[in-house]
């Protein structure tokens, strides 16, 4: 049983690394910031009632169209067809808007508040060690003449009857480690995506005037 219960626990890492799931939950955290930043604490039935609002708003005089993502890019469309009528000025207040409300203070705080407590913290190989900690209290279950154990995560002499509760509490203080990279992994995400998207906005044909009067150092480093 215990050569069945390794097997699977290796089986499970290698499905984990396969299918890139870290990486996945970090582009899910990165758009549910982009939805708490917009739809702030509106739930998914709502969000979807004011698209058909804005449908309806912005698109009642076309057929009627079905599913969100449609609605979604005709109102897009149709705000386009706006507005492209509106004035040189208009049109630089919108570009300007988009990166007002970017928060990018914000990301770079939460950033480095991740990245300070992570750093006091540093513990190599967390994952290995974790594992290695499981092995360790199954096979501290089974020991009968020692009266210590090494502990293969902090190196310490435990002894038996307390390596049980010693394991449970190293591998709350791994995970609470893991939980930091991941913390911190999430917020550079985020960071990287709302600096992509600064760059990106201000290269818009919109705020050339806008861009051209400013000194070039201070854009430059966005737009290159």
Known sequence: MEIAAENLRQL??????ESKLSERKNDLQVLLEKRNATFGKLSDNEIEETFDRLHTKYCGDQPTTKGLRARCEAIESALEVRIAKFSAEQRTYLVLKEIAVLNLEGHINATRSAGLKLAEAVEPLINEKLEILQSAGRLADKIKDETNIKCPACGREIPVKEFQNHVANETI???????????????????????????????????????????????SRFTE
Do not use: G, M, Y
């Open 12 to 17: 499970s890492k290698a499905v984990i690394e």
């Open 173 to 219: 203080r791994l995970r609470e480690i893991l939980n930091s990279f991941e913390i911190r992994k999430r917020a550079i995400a985020v960071l990287c995506t709302t600096l992509e998207t600064l760059r990106t906005t201000l290269r818009k044909s919109d705020v050339r005037a806008w861009r051209e009067a400013l000194p070039q150092q201070d854009l």
